[in-house]
């Protein structure tokens, strides 16, 4: 789930997840494992990922990517369209491509998937009802399906802004309160700089000395489709970017969608190792759900 690292300066720290899949290796010239592998692929369960939703709104394009210059509402509200639909495609292949890697799932198409959606009029991040689930089963043979919202993304929801600038002044003020023997002058001076040089960082984003703030907060939970009861649910979040920047040409690492792309990897990476580590089959889902 979350790790959490924090350096000698606390502004800066830096919220990492390890969750990391190890993988057996099968080598061909070990004939007794072949059966297994095999049974293995035929006990993969189906999983049908639906589109994914935002549950923050994001008004302006400038929360979210690096605009020049002055662009006309309407124009505002075409390349922002555009943008967040980029990230919800985006998120997908990410999640996609990394549950592929652990070689515990099977996909729907995503025609498949695209079809069935529209024509039940299911919305991105919208749970379904027990009739849609059932045309992911019949039709498309999804044992699970996965549904996915972005909570934060760049922006930052007012509560868990205030929520996470409170604990760290907090966490200053004791800190100096320990070192100055409590004195009060000092420890409100501290709080006035921290509400000066605090705010626009946890309220708008920062990139600072090589480290970008820029949160993602990221939900996901599988439901079988016969009950259509939630098996797993997990929440991941990643803040800051920091090492992985240092990959990026220079002049990419200062932009707002470079610096959301590496935390939205992080947290597509977390969800899908937490899925991966449940090992689920579809003799088990079958067994406790009737499928």
Excluded at 115 to 127: D, M, Q, R, S, T
Excluded at 132 to 146: E, K, M, N, Y
Excluded at 264 to 274: H, K, P, Q, R, Y
């Amino acid at each position: 789930m979350y790790g959490i690292a924090r350096g000698a300066c606390a502004k800066y720290c830096r919220i990492t997840w390890v969750g990391c899949l190890i993988c057996s290796l099968v080598f061909s010239g070990c004939a007794g494992n072949q059966p297994r592998a095999e049974f293995e692929l035929v006990d993969r369960p189906s999983v049908a990922i639906l589109p994914i939703g935002f549950e923050i709104e994001i008004p302006h394009l400038a929360s979210i990517k690096s605009v020049e210059g002055t662009l006309s509402p309407e124009e505002e509200a075409r390349q922002l369209a555009e943008a967040l639909q980029h990230v919800r495609d985006e998120a997908r292949w990410l999640l996609q491509s990394r549950l592929a890697t652990g070689q515990r799932v099977q996909f729907v198409s995503d025609e498949q998937v695209a079809a069935i959606v529209k024509e039940v009029g299911l919305p991105p991040g919208g749970l379904p009802t027990a009739e849609q689930l059932a045309q992911f089963r019949t039709r498309a043979g999804a044992d699970l399906v996965l549904v996915v919202n972005i909570q934060d993304y760049g922006k930052v929801r007012w509560a868990w802004a205030a929520a996470g600038m409170f604990a760290d002044m907090t966490a200053e003020s004791i800190i100096i309160g320990l070192a100055s023997a409590w004195n009060p002058t000092i420890i409100f001076a501290n709080i006035g700089f921290e509400l000066l040089t605090s705010t626009p960082v946890w309220f708008g984003g920062a990139y600072v000395f090589g480290v970008a703030f820029r949160p993602v907060r990221v939900e996901a939970r599988a439901i079988e489709t016969t009950q259509g009861i939630p098996v797993w649910q997990e929440t991941e979040v990643a803040m800051y970017a920091w090492d992985e920047l240092d990959l990026l040409p220079e002049s990419e690492r200062e932009k707002k969608e470079a610096q959301l792309r590496i935390n939205l990897e992080s947290a597509m990476a977390g969800l899908a190792d937490s899925l991966t580590d449940e090992g689920m089959t579809t003799t088990q889902l079958r067994e406790h759900y009737g499928q």
